[in-house]
C-alpha cells in the first residue's frame, strides 16, 4: 500500500492551492488531510468517507474542500483563501477498507506568506 502526495508549494495570502493524494494497493474507507505546522501537534484539516460524508477541522471549514475520485484511488483539498497560518507539512490519510488500518502519506509543504 502506498499514498503519494501532490500539489504543495508556496502561494502569497489569499491564494489558492489544489492537494491530491493518490493511494494505490487496495481499497480504502475513509480519505482526509491533516497538517503539522513547526512545534504544533498534528491536526485534523478535513476527512471524507466513501458515502461522501465530509468532515472539516476548525481552520478549514468554509475555506477548504475535500473530494476523491474512487475510480483514482485519490483525494483532493482545494484549500482557498489561504493565510499564513495555514502555513504546514499537510499528510493524506487513507483507512483500509476491510482492515481499518490507516496509511499516511510523505507529506507535502504548504508555505503561505507575503
Known amino acids: 500500500v502506498q499514498l503519494q502526495a501532490f500539489g504543495g508549494g508556496a502561494v502569497q495570502p489569499g491564494g489558492s492551492l489544489r492537494l491530491s493524494c493518490a493511494g494505490s494497493?487496495?481499497?480504502?474507507?475513509?480519505m482526509g488531510w491533516y497538517r503539522q505546522a513547526p512545534g504544533k501537534q498534528r491536526e485534523l484539516v478535513a476527512t471524507?468517507?466513501?458515502?461522501?460524508?465530509?468532515n472539516f477541522g476548525d481552520s478549514a471549514k468554509g475555506r477548504f474542500t475535500i473530494s476523491r475520485d474512487d475510480a483514482k484511488n485519490t483525494v483532493y483539498l482545494q484549500m482557498n483563501g489561504l493565510k499564513p497560518e495555514d502555513t504546514a507539512v499537510y499528510y493524506c490519510?487513507?483507512?483500509?477498507?476491510?482492515?481499518?488500518?490507516?496509511?499516511w502519506g510523505q507529506g507535502t509543504q504548504v508555505t503561505v506568506s507575503s
Open positions: 494497493g487496495t481499497i480504502f474507507s475513509v
Open positions: 490519510s487513507m483507512m483500509e477498507k476491510y482492515s481499518a488500518r490507516t496509511y
Open positions: 471524507i468517507t466513501s458515502g461522501s460524508i465530509t
